[in-house]
Structures are given as structure tokens and as C-alpha cells.
């Protein structure tokens, strides 16, 4: 909404161009820089998902430096596909900032304005790109800024009075110079029909030997079209992400922020600092948190909902006044399919329990220690309290499950059902072999190697009769 309503004030279409095309040596890592994870995204797809926010017409990403990995990455990442259509540009040699949107240029319609944003900055807000456009305002050049105490290897804003005159690399700086604190941030917001006519004027004749994409602001001046610094205080947004202790510096950041606004909802986390949303976590009224707790995907806690510690939760929708003990994994499938777990209202869950993709447990359903839950469903009331397993198996209302039972659901070669129904009772330590049919109100004596299906009410008991020989002697050496 926001969004929408900002956009309008600028009546401009928005072109997002994203250099990712850098090498990222100081990772030490195989994998690509851009496509390392922060909060369980690709830093590329946290910048992809603020030009979405943007409602940017066009997203261009230039990749160079493991330019195959990072387009296969994306075209298989459904996020992006949902919001629009990526194009990527090769730059290749890397020859520079200016090079790299030089590449870019030809798939950009001159009508709009560019914003240049960086594929390893992950944390840019989109408001502060939406104040940075409203400063472009389609004919000025906006150049996001900021004052650092250290500003050492930044490009420094030049000005004379109040204007900017030039962006000065540090290579490129003198004394004077050099000690500017207010810098470049990496990222501008420019019309298009301008950049393409200052892209088309770079030289490389620096202390780099680069194309450099601060040279326009010379060309700008030159041209008599205005330059804008818009200046912010927060420097999370502007940081990059160039080692790991870069990446691991911006995810406490990032954590920090997340769980700072679920306070602001009323969420009790036992530890703001102990906490990890890789994902979105949506929480009703009186939600509690203990520590260590890791969300992926897209968890759902309703009213009341208690999480112990050392939970890792991921893609569940948890119902009112359940309660999750500690040390339990929820692992459910794509948000929105049926694999997705679902935990109902007033269920215990845990501790150390596992439930798997296709968990559906309902309302005061109890899954105890060390059980393990797979695409099964569990009515009310149902109960496996210790050491279990339930793999595609329909589980009636009120039944208890006894400790050490499993479904036998697989046959080497297919996946079978089991069908328990209402009130049964499953004793301790039973198989139940698939496919098969435990009648209502069934009771199935402890040690059961069940085959057939049993009939409403029975008692079933399947093992070996007990023998016992009276005053034994154990044989003797
Ligand atoms: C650049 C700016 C500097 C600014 C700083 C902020 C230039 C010349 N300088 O510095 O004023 O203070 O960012 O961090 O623009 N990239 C490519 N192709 C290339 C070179 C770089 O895609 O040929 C990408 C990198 O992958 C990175 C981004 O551009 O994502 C910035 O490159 P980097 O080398 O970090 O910028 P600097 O030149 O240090
Ligand atoms: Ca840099």
C-alpha cells in the first residue's frame, strides 16, 4: 500500500539494475557471492525482492563471475519468477562499475529512471529507494550518501558550497579528498535517457584503469542537470557483503530488526539475540519464544502459541494455545501444498519430537518424545506419546498409540496406508504393516505384528504365546 502510494508521487517507471557481476574473492568460496544466504535468501534474491517492492517494471542483473550458477540459481527460483521477469546480462572481463551498466543500458527503455543497486548490498529498505527516486524526480541525478567516521575506500562526495561536484575514488583522491566522510553508497537513482548518453562518455583514465559509474556525476554537472545527495544514517542498508564475517555481521542485523518489530507485535522472545527467521513468521496475540528457535519458510503461530527452546519449525501453521516443547523439528513441505505441517488448537508437541512433511495433527493432539510423524494425519484427541513412528497412516479420534509402534508403510518398493480408526488402542510396541485397517475401538495387545485388517471392537494380539518353565537352570561352564 505504501508502495503504491509513494509511487505515485513519481509518476516514473522504475528500472532496477543490479551489478552482481564482481568476483567476491575474500568469501573464500566456491559458490558465488551474491547467491550466499542471508536469512535463508540468496543476497541477489533480498535485492530482487526490494526492486519488487519497488514495483520496478524491469530488473536487469549483470553477472559476470559465476555468471552460470547465478542464472541457473534464479531460474529455478520461484520467488522471482512471481514478481517479474529477470534479465541477465553478461558483463565479461569485468572492466568496472561503468562497464557493467553500460551492459545493462541496451536492455533499459529511456522513458524510465534507473535505480543502480549492487547484488551484494542486501538490507537497502525500499522506502529509502522510494525517497532516492522521488529526489530523482526524473530529471535530476540522485546518489544515495552517507557519513562514515572511517570512510576509507569509499568513493568521496565533492562538493563546492552545497553542490556536488564529483564522486572521488579513494584511489583517485588527495588529502583534501580523502578526508570527506560523506560518501558514495553505491547506489543512484538516474534517468535513464541521461545515463545512457553519460555511459556513452566514460574513460578509464584513473589510478584503476576502470570504467567507473561515478563519472557521470562529472558528466551531470557538465550538463547542467542537478545532483542530489540523499543522505541516511543507517548503515545497514548501505553495506555490502564481502567476507564472511561481512555476511555474519548483517544477519545479526537483520535478526536484530525482525525480532525488535514481533516485540513491537507482542511476541515474548525469551532472547531477541537467540533468534532466527529464515523466512516469515506471523504471530498472533500472546505468542511466547524461548531460545534458540530457528523459523524457515513460512511458520504461522496462532493465539497463545508456546515454543520451547531449540525448536527448528519450518513451514507450519501452529494453532491457537498449542504448545511446542523443547528440541522439537517441524520440517513441512512447500508452503501452501499439503505437505506443509499443521499443528491444531491446544495440541502438545514434543520434546524432541519430528513431524515431517504432511503432518495434519489435530485440535489436543499429543506427539511426544522422540516420535516421528510423516504425511499422516491424527483427529483429535489422538495420542503417541513415546518413541513412534507414523508414516501415511490416518489416525480416528481419541486413539492412543502405544510406545515403540510404527507404521510398516514401505515395502521396498511402494508406500502403503494404515488406517487406525476412532478410540482405538495400539499397544506397546506393535507393527502395523500396510495397507491395513485397525477397526474402531480396536485394541491391539503390546508386541503385535499386525498383517490384516481387524474388525470394530476386537482385540487383536499377534505374537509369539509366552512360555514359561518352572525352576530353570541356566547351563553352566
Ligand atoms: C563503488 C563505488 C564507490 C562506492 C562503493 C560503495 C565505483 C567506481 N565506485 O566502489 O564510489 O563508495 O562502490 O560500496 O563505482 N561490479 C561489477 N562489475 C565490475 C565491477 C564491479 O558488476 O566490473 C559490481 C560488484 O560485483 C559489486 C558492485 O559492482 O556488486 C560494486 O563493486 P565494488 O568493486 O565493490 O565497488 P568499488 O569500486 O569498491
Ligand atoms: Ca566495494
Known amino acids: 500500500m505504501n508502495n503504491q502510494k509513494n509511487l505515485s508521487q513519481t509518476p516514473f517507471p522504475v528500472d532496477v539494475v543490479i551489478m552482481a557481476a564482481g568476483k567476491g574473492t575474500r568469501m573464500k ?123 576509507t575506500g569509499y568513493g568521496r562526495i565533492e562538493r563546492e558550497g552545497d553542490a556536488v561536484q564529483a564522486i572521488v575514488e579513494q584511489k583517485d583522491a588527495n588529502a583534501a579528498q580523502l578526508a570527506i566522510t560523506e560518501v558514495y553508497s553505491g547506489i543512484m537513482a538516474v534517468p535513464a535517457k541521461q545515463l545512457k548518453t553519460w555511459l556513452a562518455r566514460l574513460d578509464n583514465e584513473n589510478a584503476q584503469a576502470e570504467f567507473y559509474l561515478t563519472q557521470v556525476v562529472k558528466f551531470a554537472v557538465a550538463d547542467g542537470v542537478p545532483v542530489v545527495a540523499y543522505k541516511i544514517t543507517d548503515a545497514v542498508q548501505v553495506a555490502g557483503v564481502n567476507s564472511p564475517v561481512q555476511l555474519a555481521e548483517l544477519e545479526r542485523a537483520y535478526q536484530r530488526d525482525l525480532a525488535m ?68 523439528h517441524i520440517e513441512g513441505g512447500p508452503p501452501g501444498s499439503k505437505a506443509a505441517v499443521w499443528v491444531g488448537e491446544g495440541a502438545l508437541i514434543g520434546p524432541f519430537a519430528r513431524l515431517r512433511p504432511g503432518a495434519h495433527l489435530g485440535a489436543d493432539v499429543h506427539i511426544g518424545n522422540f516420535v516421528e510423524v510423516k504425511n499422516s494425519t491424527l483427529a483429535k484427541g489422538a495420542k503417541a506419546n513415546h518413541l513412534a513412528y507414523l508414516g501415511d497412516a490416518v489416525v480416528g479420534e481419541r486413539v492412543n498409540y502405544g510406545a515403540g509402534s510404527i507404521t510398516a508403510n514401505y515395502d521396498g518398493a511402494f508406500k502403503h496406508r494404515t488406517t487406525i480408526e476412532a478410540d482405538v488402542h495400539i499397544g506397546s510396541n506393535c507393527v502395523l504393516v500396510a495397507p491395513i485397517t485397525i477397526g474402531a475401538g480396536g485394541t491391539v495387545g503390546g508386541g503385535s505384528t499386525l ?18 518353565i518352572a525352576n530353570w537352570t541356566r547351563p553352566k561352564k
Open 29 to 151: 568460496s566456491k559458490l558465488p557471492k551474491v547467491l550466499h544466504q542471508l536469512a535463508g535468501r540468496a543476497l541477489l534474491q533480498h535485492v530482487v525482492d526490494t526492486a519488487a517492492e519497488l514495483l520496478a517494471r524491469q530488473v536487469v542483473v549483470i553477472t559476470g563471475h559465476g555468471a552460470i550458477e547465478v542464472e541457473a540459481a534464479f531460474a529455478t527460483s520461484v520467488r522471482a519468477a512471481a514478481t517479474f521477469g529477470i534479465n541477465f546480462v553478461r558483463q565479461e572481463p569485468q572492466l568496472g562499475t561503468g562497464h557493467a551498466v553500460q551492459q545493462a543500458m541496451p536492455a533499459l527503455q529511456d522513458d524510465g529512471i534507473v535505480v543502480v543497486l549492487s547484488g551484494d548490498v542486501p538490507l537497502t529498505r525500499a522506502d529509502t529507494l522510494q525517497a532516492l527516486i522521488a529526489a530523482c524526480a526524473g530529471d535530476k541525478l540522485a546518489l544515495l550518501t552517507i557519513d562514515f567516521a572511517n570512510p
Open 261 to 328: 518489530q514481533l516485540m513491537e507485535q507482542g511476541v515474548r522472545l525469551a532472547d531477541p539475540a537467540r533468534l532466527d527467521v529464515r523466512g516469515k513468521l506471523q504471530c498472533a496475540q500472546d505468542v511466547s519464544i524461548d531460545v534458540n528457535c530457528v523459523f524457515e519458510g513460512q511458520v504461522s503461530l496462532g493465539e497463545g502459541v508456546r515454543i520451547g527452546a531449540n525448536c527448528v519449525i519450518a513451514n507450519a501453521t501452529i494453532a491457537a494455545g498449542a504448545v511446542i516443547h523443547p528440541f522439537t
Open 451 to 468: 498383517t490384516k485388517d481387524t474388525s470394530p471392537g476386537a482385540l487383536s494380539v499377534a505374537r509369539g504365546k509366552q512360555i514359561s
